[in-house]
């Protein structure tokens, strides 16, 4: 079956440092990944998603990500925080139905210091 | 455009108590979402709706849980009788596409406390 895991439940950089928050997935065939960011008492946002399409994949904000499939890995990264990036973000992978069905890792809250 | 609109934002009731949410998908999205989400937990798809038609509701617990959607638009999620454990977000997503690739845009959510 597939799934995710964030290998961090919390991360804390400091603001103008690099960010990374990791994420493994387990799947039988060629997954789609997303990360989504939850600040509080806001609905989640899609920062970016892979669909095969290129490995280094781009997304709102400054994010990127990296899809390894060697690794099974899909790690977020950013150049330099800003205190505003400091939210929860999940890791997430679709299953190969006909429909999309998210299934979400259990996130990590990013905490940034001044 | 307007976002995924859900009320109410908060709920506290008892345990045994019903409880309804309400949620307005972006216009003209097809696919609507229900999930939970338990604190310190990644959200939980409950069900899914292809206009007015369930697609998934493997994870529903139908014992307590039910939710339509009237006219492949508006959604109400309910639950009948609570039990503490139901304490959690529940969100609301719609997405334009049913494919797996497609994003799902959500709501604010609605915070339910069972005491």
């Known amino acids: 079956a597939q799934s995710v895991t964030q290998l961090d439940s919390h991360v804390s950089v400091s603001e103008g440092t690099p960010v990374l928050l990791r994420c493994n997935y387990s799947s039988s065939y060629s997954p789609s990944l997303f990360w989504y960011v939850q600040h509080p008492n806001k609905g989640l946002q899609l920062l970016l998603k892979y669909t095969s399409a290129a490995t280094l994949v781009k997304g709102i904000n400054g994010f990127e990500a990296e899809f390894k499939k060697s690794e099974t890995s899909f790690h977020l990264t950013k150049p330099s925080a800003h205190m505003s990036d400091a939210a929860e973000y999940f890791c997430v992978v679709t299953l190969n139905t006909g429909f999309q069905k998210l299934v979400f890792g259990t996130g990590t809250r990013l905490l940034v210091s001044p | 455009e307007a976002g995924v609109a859900q009320s109410p934002r908060y709920k506290i009731i008892e345990k045994r108590q019903s409880v309804a949410f309400w949620c307005n998908p972006i216009?003209?999205?097809?696919?609507l979402y229900w999930y939970q989400q338990i604190l310190g937990q990644g959200p939980k798809l409950l069900i899914q709706f292809q206009n007015n038609g369930v697609v998934d509701d493997s994870q529903l617990p139908k014992d307590r849980f039910s939710a339509e959607r009237l006219k492949g638009v508006d959604s109400t999620l309910k639950i009948q009788p609570a039990k503490l454990e139901d304490s959690a977000v529940y969100l609301c997503?719609?997405?334009?596409?049913?494919?797996?690739?497609?994003?799902?845009?959500f709501g604010p959510g609605t915070r339910l406390t069972v005491t």
């Open positions: 216009s003209g999205h097809a696919t």
């Open positions: 997503a719609s997405s334009l596409e049913v494919g797996r690739h497609s994003e799902q845009y």
